[in-house]
Protein backbone atom coordinates (compact mmCIF):
# COMPACT_ATOMS: atom_id res chain seq x y z
CA UNK A 1 0.00 0.00 0.00
CA UNK A 2 1.07 3.29 -0.81
CA UNK A 3 -0.15 6.63 0.74
CA UNK A 4 -0.01 10.02 -1.82
CA UNK A 5 -0.83 13.14 -0.49
CA UNK A 6 -0.17 16.56 -3.16
CA UNK A 7 0.66 19.86 -2.16
CA UNK A 8 2.06 23.42 -3.47
CA UNK A 9 -1.41 24.27 -5.80
CA UNK A 10 -2.65 27.62 -5.54
CA UNK A 11 -2.90 30.50 -7.81
CA UNK A 12 -0.80 32.25 -10.18
CA UNK A 13 -0.51 34.72 -12.85
CA UNK A 14 0.03 33.30 -17.11
CA UNK A 15 3.95 33.35 -16.92
CA UNK A 16 4.58 32.31 -13.45
CA UNK A 17 5.83 29.09 -11.72
CA UNK A 18 4.52 26.46 -9.31
CA UNK A 19 6.09 23.65 -7.52
CA UNK A 20 3.91 20.83 -6.80
CA UNK A 21 5.23 18.30 -4.40
CA UNK A 22 3.71 14.93 -4.09
CA UNK A 23 4.84 12.98 -0.64
CA UNK A 24 4.61 9.42 -0.16
CA UNK A 25 4.34 7.03 2.18
CA UNK A 26 3.85 2.70 2.60
CA UNK A 27 6.16 0.22 1.34
CA UNK A 28 8.01 -0.30 -1.23
CA UNK A 29 7.72 3.59 -3.33
CA UNK A 30 11.16 3.84 -4.50
CA UNK A 31 9.80 0.71 -7.16
CA UNK A 32 6.68 2.57 -7.91
CA UNK A 33 6.42 4.66 -11.23
CA UNK A 34 5.31 8.31 -10.30
CA UNK A 35 3.03 10.08 -12.75
CA UNK A 36 0.73 13.56 -12.43
CA UNK A 37 -2.05 13.98 -14.14
CA UNK A 38 -4.71 16.50 -14.36
CA UNK A 39 -8.28 17.50 -14.65
CA UNK A 40 -9.41 20.49 -15.54
CA UNK A 41 -13.49 21.05 -15.19
CA UNK A 42 -15.96 19.53 -17.41
CA UNK A 43 -12.63 17.75 -18.70
CA UNK A 44 -11.49 14.28 -18.51
CA UNK A 45 -8.26 13.57 -16.61
CA UNK A 46 -4.75 13.68 -18.50
CA UNK A 47 -1.39 12.41 -17.93
CA UNK A 48 0.99 15.49 -17.59
CA UNK A 49 4.73 13.66 -16.77
CA UNK A 50 5.71 10.59 -15.37
CA UNK A 51 9.02 9.47 -13.65
CA UNK A 52 10.87 6.38 -13.17
CA UNK A 53 11.47 4.93 -9.66
CA UNK A 54 15.64 5.60 -10.15
CA UNK A 55 14.73 8.71 -11.64
CA UNK A 56 16.63 7.86 -14.81
CA UNK A 57 13.59 8.03 -17.23
CA UNK A 58 11.16 10.91 -17.63
CA UNK A 59 7.64 11.10 -20.11
CA UNK A 60 5.94 14.24 -20.64
CA UNK A 61 3.15 15.31 -22.14
CA UNK A 62 3.55 17.54 -25.01
CA UNK A 63 1.72 20.29 -23.98
CA UNK A 64 3.71 20.76 -20.62
CA UNK A 65 7.23 19.86 -22.59
CA UNK A 66 9.62 22.27 -22.27
CA UNK A 67 7.91 23.96 -19.08
CA UNK A 68 7.92 21.25 -16.55
CA UNK A 69 10.28 19.27 -14.92
CA UNK A 70 9.38 16.33 -13.01
CA UNK A 71 12.09 14.89 -10.03
CA UNK A 72 11.89 12.62 -7.39
CA UNK A 73 14.15 12.01 -4.19
CA UNK A 74 13.74 8.56 -2.60
CA UNK A 75 15.04 8.88 0.38
CA UNK A 76 12.62 11.70 1.07
CA UNK A 77 9.73 9.81 -0.20
CA UNK A 78 9.12 12.56 -2.47
CA UNK A 79 8.32 13.90 -6.29
CA UNK A 80 8.59 17.18 -7.70
CA UNK A 81 7.25 18.55 -10.41
CA UNK A 82 8.38 22.39 -11.19
CA UNK A 83 5.67 24.03 -13.73
CA UNK A 84 6.94 27.47 -15.42
CA UNK A 85 5.44 29.20 -17.87
CA UNK A 86 2.55 28.64 -16.89
CA UNK A 87 -0.90 29.05 -19.07
CA UNK A 88 -4.02 29.90 -18.34
CA UNK A 89 -4.76 26.21 -19.76
CA UNK A 90 -2.59 25.00 -16.77
CA UNK A 91 -5.65 25.34 -14.55
CA UNK A 92 -6.60 22.15 -13.05
CA UNK A 93 -6.57 20.00 -10.47
CA UNK A 94 -3.18 17.91 -10.48
CA UNK A 95 -3.28 14.71 -9.19
CA UNK A 96 -0.09 12.27 -8.07
CA UNK A 97 -0.06 8.54 -8.75
CA UNK A 98 1.73 5.43 -8.52
CA UNK A 99 2.00 2.20 -10.84
CA UNK A 100 4.26 -0.25 -11.46
CA UNK A 101 2.67 -0.36 -14.91
CA UNK A 102 3.27 1.37 -17.45
CA UNK A 103 3.78 5.36 -16.67
CA UNK A 104 1.81 6.76 -19.28
CA UNK A 105 -1.25 5.50 -18.89
CA UNK A 106 -3.67 6.25 -16.24
CA UNK A 107 -5.29 2.61 -16.00
CA UNK A 108 -2.41 1.47 -14.55
CA UNK A 109 -2.22 3.48 -11.29
CA UNK A 110 -3.18 1.34 -8.65
CA UNK A 111 -2.95 4.55 -6.31
CA UNK A 112 -3.68 7.90 -5.89
CA UNK A 113 -3.85 11.21 -3.76
CA UNK A 114 -6.64 13.43 -3.38
CA UNK A 115 -5.32 16.41 -5.70
CA UNK A 116 -4.04 19.94 -5.39
CA UNK A 117 -5.87 23.04 -7.60
CA UNK A 118 -3.60 25.15 -9.78
CA UNK A 119 -5.30 27.98 -11.60
CA UNK A 120 -3.73 30.08 -13.63
CA UNK A 121 -5.21 33.14 -14.45
CA UNK A 122 -4.61 35.52 -17.58
Known amino acids: QVQLAESGGGLVQAGGSLRLSCAAS????????IGWFRQAPGKEREFVAAISWSGGSTYYADSVKGRFTISRDNAKNTVLLQMNSLKPEDTAVYYC???????????????WGQGTQVTVSS
Open 97 to 111: AATNSRPTYESGYDY
Open 26 to 33: GRTFSYYY
